[in-house]
């Protein structure tokens, strides 16, 4: 029989804006000249429940999510969000969550790791952080004249003749996450004729079951992404990456056809994934910064594409503000802001002690029940069941 949902109230306090402690640097700074020391925004919050009642097994989606980070009014788009918004909510038994909104403009997820380590270590009573925060965003600048030189499909803007037709209308969309257990993955393996990593069986899996789910015509370009580190791309500027805290990654994207997608193993997606990180060089990266001067600044698309990152090596669980490791650290739910498409990889503990990925997803209900259905029909071919984790429905009126 299934629990009832944890319901709890939360108390915020006026949300403030934390200033630097001491006057931050006036000099020009490339793409840089908004700095007004208006701090960031930060909320206290105090919430009638205590950690244990979370369960034992954290894990997304939080159907709590909503009181645990402030909504600020029109900022939706990512013009209009605060570059750093952060909620402290301390529990009734002493412990507290930490929930960050991360703009995109300012750092990608190494930058934010970056940016929390430092801020625990200044908690633990540092004078300054271990790894200094580099600016260097003059090092992704386009090249003059601008040209593009590598092939960038995903940011090929497909614009469909009936968009209500191609795009799902419903209006209810489901949180839900999958649990992959050691057992899942060998049996998933067994469906490769070739050796390949954890990321790509299950990154191609996704795809696959979510083509499947959206039943899609089979002459349908699809495509999935995934962000690649760039740092180490740059050879002789390789040093200069060393504490930067900004943007610096690609996302290549792999693109087939729904018809040949489905209509193949699950070998042919596996093969078109594990491709891609080689594509990311510092020509590609360059010819990217180029290509956003050339065609102003387009965003990757998103008809008929998902894209999959894998956190699971940041342990932000492990950061530390003086009172211990946290139980948990990661996103809070699929999607990223109005895109559905985006899914989440991270590491997760189960009832046994067993190490296990959880696979955060989102889709219109009807989307995910054949989603989940097609998981389960990969898994029996082994006889292994689903683990769907938990869900939660979001309305979008």
């Known amino acids: 029989m299934a629990s009832s949902p944890l319901l709890f109230t939360v108390r915020r306090f006026q949300p403030e804006l934390v200033l630097p402690a001491a006057s931050t640097p006036r000099e020009v700074k490339l793409l840089s000249d908004i700095d007004d020391q208006q701090g960031v925004m930060f909320v206290e919050a105090e919430a009638d429940v205590t950690l244990d009642q979370f369960g034992d097994s954290l894990h997304p989606p939080f159907p709590c999510f909503q009181e645990l980070l402030y909504d600020v009014t029109g900022s939706e788009l990512i013009i209009d969000r605060p570059l750093r918004l952060i909620q402290v909510t301390r529990l009734k038994c002493g412990g507290f969550i930490i929930v960050i909104n991360l703009n995109h403009i300012m750092s990608d997820a190494i930058g934010l790791k970056q940016f929390v380590n430092a801020w625990a270590e200044m908690a633990r009573g540092e004078h300054q952080p271990s790894i200094q925060p580099v600016w260097h965003r003059e090092i992704l600048m386009a090249r003059k004249p601008p040209r593009i030189t590598c092939n960038h499909p995903e940011y090929e803007q497909t614009l469909p003749s009936n968009i209500i037709k191609e ?26 004729p070739f050796q390949c990593t954890t990321f790509d069986l299950i990154a191609a899996c996704f795809w696959y079951c979510r083509t499947k789910a959206l039943q899609l015509e089979p002459e349908k370009e699809v495509r999935i992404m995934y962000p690649v580190n760039a740092r180490s791309r740059f050879k002789n500027n390789h040093s200069s990456f060393v504490g930067y805290y900004g943007n610096c990654i690609a996302f290549p994207a792999a693109v087939t056809t729904a018809g040949k997608l489905c209509g ?30 050339i065609k102003g600044r387009c965003s990757y698309t998103t008809l008929r594409s998902c894209l999959i990152t894998d956190l699971t090596r940041f342990k932000f669980n492990q950061v530390n503000f003086g009172w211990g490791e946290g139980v948990y650290g990661g996103n809070a739910r699929g999607g990223a802001g109005l895109f559905h498409g985006a899914s989440i990889i991270v590491s997760h503990k189960n009832s046994k002690g067993e190490e296990c990925l959880i696979l955060t997803i989102c889709l219109p209900l009807e989307e995910m029940k054949r989603f989940k259905k097609e998981l389960d029909e990969m898994l029996d071919s082994n006889n292994q069941p689903t683990r769907s ?9």
Do not use: W
């Open 167 to 192: 795009e799902d209308t419903a209006t209810t969309i489901v949180h839900q996450s999958f649990c992959f257990r050691p057992s899942d993955i060998a049996a998933i393996r067994l469906l490769v």
């Open 264 to 293: 193949n193993s699950l070998g042919y997606a596996v093969e078109l994934i594990r491709k891609l990180t080689g594509q990311v060089t510092e020509e590609y990266i360059q010819s990217v910064a180029d290509l956003m001067v």
């Open 389 to 397: 984790v938990s869900s939660f429905v979001k309305s979008t009126l």
